[in-house]
């Protein structure tokens, strides 16, 4: 069965201040994708980033990163210089690229706030 | 990028009443849309999953007549709760495929409350 765990419910981090969101995976797919979605208070989920399982380089999208560390089957999102607007929640999916029905297995999401 | 438009982004109803939600993919063609449900300060929870021209998949514990899914184009699917009732009070969001790209973009969600 496919999970994905966020460990960190939530995170205050210091305006400027690089930040490091957790996220493991459990798979038995070889081939797979890792999503990063950002969700303001607003509601809306925002895709941030994506890394396919046979990338061999991190993605990299902005200010945003994703540490992907196959062997150890984590994909931690890494915001540089962090902003007032990027307090949020933050949700880590994956699906299995064989899986026909494109369906996201989601994370518990990180509650992340910035403090000036 | 991908746009996806939700409609309407909130809705206060009487208990018994119907409410119609549309998603649209805005400037691709979406074969697959899916419909979330998300309780406060929880993650997303898949509902169903809507392929343009066919029945939706439905999601263990979700039922079918309850919660209506029409993907009648490549561009609309619309989620209809039937006969609402105050437990179906919820933030809805639904989200569309835009192959060959992996990922699903989200609409801005309906907040539903049942009076």
């Known amino acids: 069965a496919q999970k994905i765990t966020q460990t960190q419910p939530g995170m205050f981090v210091q305006e400027k201040e690089a930040v490091t969101l957790d996220c493991t995976y459990d798979?038995?797919?070889?081939?797979?994708?890792l999503f990063w979605y950002k969700q303001p208070s607003s509601g809306e989920m925002i895709f941030l980033i994506y890394q396919g399982s046979y990338d061999e380089q991190n993605a990299t999208e902005g200010r945003y990163s994703l540490n992907f560390q196959k062997a150890r089957k984590s994909a931690n999102l890494v915001i540089s210089a962090s902003q007032l607007g990027d307090s949020a929640m933050y949700f880590c999916?994956?699906?299995?690229?064989?899986?026909?029905?494109?369906?996201?297995?989601w994370g518990a999401g990180t509650k992340l706030i910035i403090k000036p | 990028g991908a746009v996806v438009s939700q409609h309407p982004s909130w809705v206060i109803c009487k208990s018994g009443t119907s409410v119609k939600i549309e998603c649209r993919s805005l400037?691709?063609?979406?074969?697959?849309m899916f419909w979330y449900r998300q309780f406060p300060k929880q993650s997303l929870m898949l509902m169903a999953t809507?392929?343009?021209?066919?029945?939706?998949?439905?999601e263990q514990g979700v039922e079918k007549d309850k919660f209506l899914i029409n993907h009648a184009s490549l561009t609309l699917s619309t989620l209809t709760v039937t006969s609402a009732h105050p437990e179906d009070s919820s933030f809805y969001i639904c989200?569309?495929?835009?192959?060959?790209?992996?990922?699903?973009?989200f609409g801005p969600g309906t907040r539903l409350l049942v009076l």
């Open positions: 999916a994956m699906r299995g690229l064989m899986d026909s029905n494109y369906q996201l297995i």
């Open positions: 989200s569309a495929r835009d192959p060959p790209d992996e990922t699903q973009y």
């Open positions: 400037d691709f063609q979406a074969t697959t």
């Open positions: 798979t038995s797919d070889q081939s797979y994708g």
């Open positions: 809507s392929n343009e021209g066919s029945k939706a998949t439905y």
